[in-house]
Nanobody, 123 residues
Framework: QVQLVESGGGLVQPGGSLRLSCAASGRTFVRYGMGWFRQAPGKEREFVATITWSGDSTYYADSVKGRFTISRDSAKNTMYLQMNSLKPEDTAVYYC????????????????WGQGTQVTVSS
């Protein structure tokens, strides 16, 4: 079983920055994709960004492209989401996800999910 634990959420002012982390433990995979999703109250969960197992390919939602950066540290088995120029509409619970199927980064279907971390952007 794979466990995913998110951290780094909090309250920030519009225009501020925040860095989310997702640490994976337990069973590991030779190749797996990882990604970030978010869900605001009363709204559907939406795709934010994904990254391949090698870290050489990334995908972003149009709403965050140019502001957010997804990355991973293989040695620490940790994924990150650097969020800059935050807007109130970025307020949501952010979830990390992982899957041993490489196509997950394209199809956005993941087997393992974290518990979520709250991000609130407000003045």
């Amino acid at each position: 079983q794979v466990q995913l634990v998110e951290s780094g959420g909090g309250l920030v002012q519009p225009g501020g920055s925040l860095r989310l982390s997702c640490a994976a433990s337990g069973r590991t995979f030779v190749r797996y994709g990882m990604g970030w999703f978010r869900q605001a109250p009363g709204k559907e969960r939406e795709f934010v960004a994904t990254i391949t197992w090698s870290g050489d390919s990334t995908y972003y939602a149009d709403s965050v492209k140019g502001r957010f950066t997804i990355s991973r540290d293989s040695a620490k088995n940790t994924m990150y989401l650097q969020m800059n120029s935050l807007k109130p509409e970025d307020t949501a619970v952010y979830y990390c996800a992982a899957d041993p199927d490489w196509s997950s980064v394209i199809h956005r279907h993941f087997a393992y999910w974290g518990q979520g971390t709250q991000v609130t952007v407000s003045s």
